[in-house]
């Protein structure tokens, strides 16, 4: 059974900082790119980030360009998604999803809340 396992949401005010994780298992974590995607209220789910299988390629959405930071520990079958400077508009749902070939994502979390106050 495949599972991706989302944590480290939760509160927090304009300008601060979170660390998500998601950690993987059911599968070989190794040869999967991951992304982490996220859906506010009343929106679609949109993507965030994304980082090669071996961890040598990052891509992210603009808005989050230069604020938040993918990164993989293949030893642990995880992933981690670093915020920084969070701002009201990062209020969203986070998930996390696993894709074997380009960006057909496969697998996906159930997500963890992030809430950024003013």
């Known amino acids: 059974q495949v599972l991706l396992v989302e944590s480290g949401g939760g509160l927090v005010q304009a300008g601060g900082s979170l660390r998500l994780s998601c950690a993987v298992s059911?599968?070989?974590?190794?040869?999967?790119?991951m992304g982490w995607f996220r859906q506010a209220p009343g929106k679609e789910r949109e993507f965030v980030a994304r980082?090669?299988?071996?961890?040598?390629?990052?891509s992210y959405t603009d808005s989050v360009k230069g604020r938040f930071t993918i990164s993989r520990i293949n030893a642990q079958n995880t992933v981690y998604l670093q915020m920084h400077d969070l701002k009201l508009e990062d209020t969203a749902l986070y998930y996390c999803?696993?894709?074997?070939?380009?960006?057909?994502?496969?697998?996906w979390g159930q997500g963890t809340q992030v809430t950024v106050s003013s």
């Open positions: 059911g599968l070989a974590f190794s040869s999967y790119a």
């Open positions: 999803a696993a894709a074997r070939f380009g960006d057909d994502y496969n697998y």
């Open positions: 980082i090669s299988s071996a961890g040598l390629v990052q």
